[in-house]
């Protein structure tokens, strides 16, 4: 018996979960209805088996790879649907740090339960940040900061959004490894995310909220 796609991805089986979703759309499958009840629910399910820590990093990233690797053969249904994001976010590591893998396990993640996400990379200077509020007209903007020494551009990222006008249009949520809430809120960033599940979480409930 084939495994659906929800399981797939639970499983981190990409294989399974290509096939499954490829299966899905030769039988009629609605892609929205593929994308919600099947990927994004599994994301959400592991981003809850995370937090209970039932799974852990190795275990979320097989996972989000399955999920990114099946929203590519979903995604030119989605856009021939019209099927539209459930919003924009932009994400980058601050300037000085070239920690990546925590970052693009975010973005995974986020695009894992239905955002359009524009990943900036490492070493984002605060004016690049401000350029692509600018660019992209994103809902949030997301910073991430690996290494203590690093920390102050997450602030300096924020000042530059302030000070190019896009403060009030943006939500700025702050995580990475030396963050805390309490960082976050003394530098007036709107969200906190301690990992990658937990920002995709945050992230999809202040748009909903919206």
Do not use: C, W
Not at 42 to 63: D, H, K, N, T
Request: glycine content about 8%.
């Amino acid at each position: 018996m084939n495994k659906s796609v929800y399981q797939s991805i639970l499983e981190g089986d990409s294989e399974a979960a290509t096939a499954g979703v490829s299966e899905a759309l030769k039988r009629g499958e609605e892609p929205i209805r593929v994308l919600n009840e099947e990927m994004i629910a599994a994301m959400e399910e592991v981003g809850r088996l995370f937090g209970e820590q039932e799974y852990f990093i190795p275990e979320m990233m097989i996972s989000a790879r399955a999920m990114k690797e099946a929203l590519a053969i979903l995604k030119p249904h989605l856009l021939e649907s019209h099927i539209e994001p459930i919003g924009k976010i932009v994400i980058g590591t601050v300037k000085g740090d070239l920690h990546d893998i925590g970052k693009n396990l975010v973005a995974i993640m986020l695009e894992g339960v239905g955002f359009e996400v524009t990943d900036l990379g490492t070493d984002v200077s605060p004016d690049r940040f401000a350029a692509a509020v600018r660019d992209v007209n994103p809902q949030i903007v997301g910073l991430s900061a690996l290494l203590t020494t690093t920390m102050p551009y997450l602030d300096a990222s924020i000042r530059a959004i302030e000070q190019a006008g896009f403060r009030d249009r943006i939500a700025v949520m702050v995580g990475g490894a030396p963050v805390s809430q309490e960082y976050a809120e003394k530098i007036g960033a709107d969200l906190f995310a301690a990992d990658a599940a937990a920002a995709a979480k945050t992230a999809r409930n202040h748009i909903l909220a919206a």
